[in-house]
């Protein structure tokens, strides 16, 4: 793959490898091995080796700077306690960045597994936690997230996303009205429903914490708690370690 990288430079996208814990990849022979997740974060990548390019820094700088960062905050941001599966908190609460997200790992689970065929069950299953909010807003996405979300997944729990004055229950259960190929389990409390989807989770499984990201806080009825679900994962991770 090429883009173009100035008037008269060609930029060649080689020996892409794509992973559920990030990227490996070569910009003009130069390599590059990144924490960010997707295809479309090594064009990223590429965009900013060219900008930097332009501005006299060389592809091998580019590369080491590339490889410190750690993560977009709360945008596929990987949670790493030392677990044997990948945990991923993201902000997607609509059904077009529903769609983008599953078909982001289910196409890293199938290259991994044409990759490594393994012998007996393969736990390379797909584990999603998300909800709705609440407070009159876009009623009409609830069953399309719980639809998409079931076609895509192996076990999916519904659970809390700032219900604000609605009732959680009714939320769960207009999301859960979309849901045809995998029946959903509905835990209304978002720690409750991360742990189970934490124990449930075997090596080589992807858990996925939609619909927050790095928001700080929750509302339910006319209560707004403090809420982070990066720091509740981490704290239930341990937990179960």
């Known amino acids: ?16 490898s794509l992973e559920p814990d990030g990227s490996e990849f070569e910009i003009n022979s130069v390599k590059f091995k990144t924490n960010l997740l997707g295809e479309f974060n ?24 590339l490889g410190k960062i750690q993560a977009m905050p709360g945008r596929l941001e990987i949670i790493n306690e030392g677990q044997n599966f ?3 908190v993201d902000l997607a609460h609509t059904p077009d960045s529903f769609e983008k997200v599953f078909k982001l790992f289910k196409d890293l689970l199938a290259r991994r597994s044409s990759a490594e065929p393994s012998e007996g069950e393969p736990h390379n299953k797909i584990i999603v936690v998300f909800g709705s909010a609440g407070g009159g807003r876009d009623k009409w996405k609830r069953p399309e997230l719980g639809r998409i979300a079931s076609e ?21 259960d207009e999301i859960a009205g979309g849901c045809k190929n995998v029946k959903p389990e509905i835990i ?15 090596e080589g499984d992807i858990v996925l914490i939609l619909g927050k990201g790095t928001e700080q806080t929750m509302v339910i009825s006319d209560q707004k708690y403090n809420w982070d679900d990066r720091k509740i994962v981490r704290e239930e991770i341990k937990k179960i370690s």
């Open 1 to 16: 793959q090429a883009a173009e990288g100035g008037a008269s430079r060609t930029m060649r996208i080689s020996n892409v």
């Open 42 to 65: 090594v064009y990223n990548c590429a965009a900013a080796v060219a900008v930097g390019q332009a501005c006299a820094v060389s592809p091998e700088n580019a590369a080491q700077a």
């Open 86 to 88: 990948t945990v991923v």
């Open 152 to 172: 895509n997944s192996d076990h999916l729990i519904i659970c809390n996303e700032d219900p604000y004055d609605e009732s959680p229950q009714i939320i769960a």
């Open 188 to 202: 209304l409390d978002r720690r409750e429903a991360i742990t189970k989807a934490l124990k449930l989770a075997r």
